[in-house]
């Protein structure tokens, strides 16, 4: 396993505790819809400029790419706006928590079946074990938040 991209997608974790924390105090000030509307514009505007001023010789038609592969685009929005109206209520670390969490078991889930056209990859039993751990801790982070 390559260290240096375990460890980019540690930080880029860290980046979506950041951007959960910023959400709930826009989503109070300019409303959820518009603190979720302006959060992915500005991605959508970087994402742009880094295409725009990067050589690149493939471009792809819309109408070339399966509908069901650009379905991201709405669960990334239902994501940001989860986390708008979330943070505030249940704070930032139980909101990462319970994204964990969500994110392990579903992954485990595309992994082993090899949806989207991913390679299947065995689940043993130290991954089932990591997930209990997370579970675990969703558990106590919910029992330390209401005590």
Known sequence: MNIFFVTLIVFAGMGLSFEAGILGPLGTQVGKLWATMSIVSVGTLV??????????HKHY???????????????????????TLATPVIGVAMTMVCVLFGQITKS??????????VTKKPTNPQRIIGLIFVLFALCFSYIGAIS
């Open 108 to 117: 485990f889930a595309i992994d082993y079946f090899g949806w989207f056209g």
């Open 61 to 83: 038609k819309w109408q070339n790419i399966p509908r069901w592969q650009l379905i991201g685009g709405v669960l990334g929005s239902l994501y940001v706006v989860v986390l």
């Open 47 to 56: 994402l742009w400029l880094v295409d725009f001023f990067t050589p690149q």
